[in-house]
């Protein structure tokens, strides 16, 4: 019998940022959860990392309690995949520094998320600076093979690379390289047509809804067509949204009825409306019973973070051993 094929293993930092919109849903958080079923996954909330914007304890924790119970509720199994705070796996900040050894200043001063955010205002803090390296520990600690990021992480990806390269020429192979895998977050236009971002005040929240939802989807931003024009679908944010949820058979006929004339905006966003409410209503429903049962979600997150620190543990052994350090640390 041939000997079943090691599963590759699959790391991906969630943001504790505020609320979910569809184009996290559609762009990253799907590809998540269909993943959890072919590949070995470790999901943390990255807490840490947060510290470098928010700087309120309260506000922290309450980001953290939702990026769990939203990613919870959007399907994810504690059972199938490792889902953990990354502030409860330590090790990751002792292998930060260690791989910090082994980095070039000038291989961060060439960060482009780092420039971006100075631009934007974000004090330039130590942390700032240095946080592709905690995002390159993040993703060695458990000797990943495949990163899921959006195209503005792919550098990080790169620079993960060569810290891993730097270190294992110096003290033998230990970690593995890592590839990403690229979300398709590009791909889901906010309500004025642009990338869908909570920067640009142009989302649909996943778990909004009544009043709140179709305040959103109906001011999405359209051209000034008549009912009585033909309209083109391809150049529509509307059926661009629409055709994440319906069928084939349902997209095609909503695109004959854009082209054949006789149909507003208004009629459009309708439709669009009843998917997405009809879509997202059993995740609103299982996040409104999981806030009931706020016992269940921190046992999620510890036991993904007893998992966890078991890989986590087990590399440290060998980054210690290979760097001339006791192996396993008293504790």
Same mark, same amino acid.
């Given at each position: 019998m041939t000997p079943e094929k090691p599963r590759k293993r699959v790391l991906s930092g969630v943001q504790s940022s505020g609320k979910l919109h569809i184009g996290n849903y559609f762009g990253a958080i799907k590809q998540h959860i269909e993943l959890q079923n072919e590949s070995e996954c470790f999901y943390f909330i990255a807490d840490y990392h947060a510290l470098t914007t928010v700087q309120d304890p309260q506000t922290l924790r309450d980001l953290v309690r939702d990026a769990a119970l939203d990613y919870l509720a959007l399907g994810l199994d504690p059972d199938k995949a490792a889902f953990f705070r990354q502030s409860d796996v330590p090790e990751v900040n002792e292998l930060a520094w260690i791989l910090s050894t082994v980095t070039n200043m000038g291989l961060l001063e060439r960060a482009v998320s780092y420039k971006e955010k100075i631009d934007k205002g974000i004090e330039a803090s130590v942390g700032l600076f240095t946080y592709p390296v905690l995002m390159a520990a993040d993703i060695l600690i458990y000797r990943s093979h495949v990163v899921p990021v959006g195209k503005d992480q792919v550098q990080h990806i790169e620079m993960t690379r060569d810290m891993a390269e730097r270190f294992n020429r110096a003290y033998g192979e230990v970690f593995p390289l890592p590839t990403y895998k690229l979300d398709k977050g590009s791909k889901v236009p906010g309500i004025d047509g642009q990338k869908m971002s909570k920067s640009y005040g142009n989302s649909i929240d996943i778990f909004a809804e009544g009043k709140a939802l179709k305040k959103t989807v109906m001011n999405i931003v359209t051209d000034s067509s008549t009912v009585a024009d033909a309209k083109d679908p391809d150049k529509s944010t509307i059926f661009e949204l629409y055709s994440l949820f319906g069928t084939e058979e349902e997209k095609a006929t909503l695109a004959a009825r854009?082209?054949?004339?006789? !149909?507003?905006?208004?009629?459009?966003?309708?439709?669009?409306? &009843?998917? /997405?409410?009809?879509? %997202?209503?059993? %995740?609103?429903?299982?996040?409104? &019973?999981?806030?009931?049962?706020?016992?269940?979600?921190?046992?999620?997150?510890?036991?993904?973070?007893?998992?966890? $620190? /078991? &890989?986590?543990?087990?590399? !440290?052994?060998? /980054? $210690?051993?290979?760097?001339? !350090?006791?192996?396993? $640390? /008293?504790e």
């Open positions: 854009y082209r054949a004339g006789g !149909m507003g905006y208004g009629e459009a966003k309708t439709a669009l409306l &009843e998917k /997405v409410d009809g879509y %997202f209503k059993p %995740f609103r429903e299982k996040r409104k &019973e999981l806030v009931n049962h706020l016992d269940y979600v921190e046992e999620s997150l510890r036991k993904g973070a007893r998992k966890a $620190r /078991v &890989e986590a543990q087990a590399t !440290m052994k060998l /980054v $210690r051993e290979a760097v001339g !350090m006791k192996g396993t $640390r /008293v």
